[in-house]
């Protein structure tokens, strides 16, 4: 059973938008954490936004002011809307979902297969 199911990847013109989506399974042990990554062509894999439990989101720079994270902590869920896209968008985005110690630590960690965002004309 893949234990994080994302959804809503694409393609799409740029300056454009698009919603990814991620459910976690019911095997899936209790979570405190969730994110989005990314992974380009030839680059490593860079987090893109992430929510914590207490609230705290997190988002790296290249997307601030673009992208916004939501999390389900019931439902066990985690969007991503992706507004005003870029060519330098295209990639992989991975969920990521974790139960993070008090040092922030993953105890454990679980990823989804990914999904592909092509921004292209």
């Known amino acids: 059973q893949v234990p994080l199911v994302e959804s809503g990847g694409g393609l799409v013109q740029p300056g454009g938008s698009l919603r990814l989506s991620c459910a976690a399974s019911?095997?899936?042990?209790?979570?405190?954490?969730m994110a989005w990554y990314r992974q380009a062509p030839g680059k490593q894999r860079e987090l893109v936004a992430s929510?914590?439990?207490?609230?705290?989101?997190k988002y790296s720079d290249s997307v601030k002011g673009r992208f916004a994270i939501s999390r389900d902590a019931v439902k066990r869920t985690v969007d991503l809307q992706m507004n005003s896209l870029k060519s330098e968008d295209t990639a992989v985005y991975y969920c990521?979902?974790?139960?993070?110690?008090?040092?922030?630590?993953?105890?454990?960690?679980?990823w989804g297969q990914g999904t592909q965002v092509t921004v292209s004309s």
């Open positions: 019911g095997g899936v042990f209790s979570i405190n954490f």
């Open positions: 929510d914590l439990d207490d609230g705290l989101r």
């Open positions: 990521y979902a974790a139960w993070l110690d008090v040092d922030g630590n993953a105890r454990y960690h679980y």
